[in-house]
């Protein structure tokens, strides 16, 4: 059975940092391209960078590019999201995904003063 | 960026109704696009990849269609486990885009 679980979200202050992880199980996560897909509450869902299977190649919507850096670690069947210069807008649920096919329940990213 | 909009942006339906859903895409995109359905404080489900192709485990009440710029989703009878919104995911071009959402209510 696929499993993602995330983790790392929290309150955070405008201009901090958090690191997201994703421990991924139950499928060949080295030969799986991972997503992540963020929802603001009460709103849709936004797609937010993917990372290749060997992490060659990542992917970013142009709102994060800068702030945000997505990687992995195939070793440790983990998925990470670096998220720095937070800002408000940036507070939402964070899914971790597989190839878009399957998804973690998501940890709350919450930034404010 | 390809942008996705979705028809309606709600819908209220009885039980055994059939429901469609329409996505379109600002350009073509072949058939890559993906349906979910998400449940209040819940994660998104996939229901739908590649345009028509079912998840593993999704039941055949559900059904997709269409390719470059216009899709549908169908449910063709609706049940009470079915009242959610209902999303478009192109993934065709980057960045990924998501359509705005379809929530479907019960009358």
């Known amino acids: 059975e696929v499993q993602l679980v995330e983790s790392g979200g929290g309150l955070v202050q405008p201009g901090g940092s958090l690191r997201l992880s994703c421990a991924a199980s139950?499928?060949?996560?080295?030969?799986?391209?991972m997503d992540w897909v963020r929802q603001a509450p009460g709103k849709g869902l936004e797609w937010v960078a993917n990372?290749?299977?060997?992490?060659?190649?990542?992917y970013y919507v142009d709102s994060v590019k800068g702030r945000f850096t997505i990687s992995r670690d195939n070793a440790k069947n983990s998925l990470f999201l670096q998220l720095n210069s937070l800002r408000i807008e940036d507070t939402a649920v964070y899914y971790c995904?597989?190839?878009?096919?399957?998804w973690g329940h998501g940890t709350l990213v919450t930034v404010s003063s | 960026d390809t942008q996705m909009t979705q028809s309606p942006s709600s819908l209220s339906a009885a039980v055994g109704d059939r429901v469609t859903i329409s996505c379109r895409a600002s350009?073509?995109?072949?058939?890559?696009v993906s349906w979910f359905q998400q449940k209040p404080g819940k994660a998104p489900k996939p229901l739908i990849y590649?345009?028509?192709i079912l998840q593993s485990g999704v039941p055949s009440k559900f059904s997709g269609s269409g390719s470059g710029t216009d899709f549908t989703l169908t449910i063709s009878s609706l049940q009470p486990e079915d009242f959610a919104t209902y999303f478009c995911?192109?993934?065709?071009?980057?960045?990924?885009?998501f359509g705005p959402g379809t929530r479907v209510e019960i009358k």
């Open positions: 995904s597989a190839s878009l096919n399957h």
């Open positions: 139950g499928f060949a996560f080295d030969n799986t391209w």
């Open positions: 990372i290749k299977m060997d992490g060659s190649e990542m």
């Open positions: 350009h073509g995109i072949r058939n890559s």
């Open positions: 590649g345009a028509s």
């Open positions: 995911l192109q993934y065709e071009t980057y960045p990924r885009t």
